[in-house]
């Protein structure tokens, strides 16, 4: 099974973070492709897109500032498939490409993907106190993925406090 390419660049203004590709995405080579997944309705209707990308665009998020990633790259039917290993070693190469690349928001798919790479416990969905980068905020977002039970509406609102997040920052960043 073919591996899904980062889409990842310097000065990114967010860069989400899921767990792994999921079977579909291997297959079509493109982030979030699973069926039920909400991540591109998600970006749309909090307005962190002009529209409502299809997975196949996903190399257009570069052009607004938007970049994809996974703490494992091997893809699985499912997260609960990834090992304490594979998370060990792809801890180690996010941590990495958060340095290199040096995002001014680092949004976890999921509180799961967020517990990996922060070996923390008792995570909320939102802005997360203590940065694991220096320089760079970590947002968590629920799982987009359509085996996460939380309700669109639900999920939105922290899509949208995320987009409010980043508009806070880029003024700033103006003045």
């Given amino acids: 099974m073919k591996q899904v390419p980062d889409i990842i660049d310097y ?5 989400f ?12 080579g493109h982030h979030f ?6 991540f591109w309705k998600l970006l749309a209707a909090a307005g962190l897109t002009p529209y409502r990308f299809r997975p196949e665009e996903d190399r ?10 996974n703490i494992v790259a091997r893809p699985s039917r499912a997260a609960a498939e990834i090992t304490k290993a ?4 792809g801890k180690e190469i996010l941590a990495a490409k958060l340095s290199l690349y040096r995002p001014r928001l ?16 008792n995570i909320k969905c939102g802005r997360q106190p203590v940065p694991t980068v ?17 309700v669109f509406a639900e999920q939105l609102a922290y899509y949208q406090e995320l987009a409010r997040l980043l ?9």
Wanted: charged share 15%; proline share 4%.
């Fill in 60 to 69: 257009a998020l570069l052009a607004v500032g938007l970049g994809v990633t």
């Fill in 167 to 175: 508009a806070c920052s880029t003024q700033l960043e103006e003045r």
């Fill in 33 to 38: 492709a699973g069926y039920s997944n909400k």
């Fill in 11 to 15: 000065d990114l203004k967010i860069l």
């Fill in 134 to 150: 220096a320089g760079v905020t970590d947002f968590v977002v629920p799982s987009p993925s359509g085996l996460t039970r939380i």
């Fill in 17 to 28: 973070i899921g767990f792994n590709p999921g079977l579909r995405s291997a297959a079509t």
């Fill in 106 to 121: 680092a949004c976890f798919a999921g509180v799961g993907v967020y517990k990996e790479f922060a070996g923390r416990s």
């Fill in 86 to 89: 594979e998370y060990q070693a």
